[in-house]
């Protein structure tokens, strides 16, 4: 019998509903009405006029989170919303003609020139940079604060971000609240010289 080696792509969507399942039913278990309503897939075509709108090629993780769903209803982790693509494309126009903080820990990830916002935490941004050629499949997550003048990187890729938050899930990290879940304790400890998750 062989074991069939599962893709990047495949990976990334098994974390993402084990990350939501697990909290929906931290939810039902604490008889919360609350619950974490999936938005339906980006389709090719979505995320190909997406591309056109940046100028430049979506990585491959990005493409893969688009496609699994396009953004989620309350925080997809505690602390942290995923608006989906049409958010992402409105908060790229409103940074894209800002000056960047210096990277604060380079860590072999050269300083960005693009950053397209991915994920949003209360006014910080976690973004990804925008390339004309292919990426590959691993995608740095940059933490953008405009406010404290911070860039740093802090995780290799956004599978090792999304594994960090799982791991945290899976040990019951966190509680539940009338307001949603909250970290027990939070499992990214971001700091200006953090070494990268993953």
């Not at 019998?1 to 278990?29: C, H």
């Not at 008889?31 to 974490?36: E, M």
């Not at 980006?42 to 990005?62: C, F, K, M, N, T």
């Amino acid at each position: 019998m062989s074991l069939q080696k599962v893709s990047p792509e495949e990976s990334l969507r098994a974390r993402l509903d084990r990350v939501v399942s697990i909290q929906n039913s931290a939810y039902a278990r604490a008889g919360s009405p609350l619950q974490i309503a999936l938005k339906p897939a980006a389709l090719d075509s979505d995320i190909q006029r997406l591309e056109g709108q940046l100028g430049g090629q979506l990585p491959d993780e990005v493409r893969t989170l688009f496609s699994w769903h396009d953004g989620c209803s309350v925080f997809l982790v505690p602390g942290v919303l995923y608006r989906g693509s049409e958010w992402s494309s409105e908060a790229f126009a409103s940074i894209s003609k800002m000056r960047l903080p210096a990277l604060s820990n380079a860590d072999g990830t050269g300083q960005p020139a693009t950053l397209l916002p991915v994920f949003d935490i209360d006014r910080v941004l976690l973004t990804v940079a925008l390339t004309t050629e292919p990426a590959g499949d691993q995608t740095p997550l940059f933490y953008l604060d405009f406010e404290m003048d911070q860039l740093t990187v802090i995780a290799r890729s956004i599978g090792a971000y999304v594994l960090r938050l799982l791991r945290a899930l899976e040990a019951g990290d966190f509680e539940v609240t009338p307001h949603g879940l909250r970290w027990a304790h939070d499992p990214i400890e971001i700091s200006p010289e953090m070494t990268p998750i993953g």
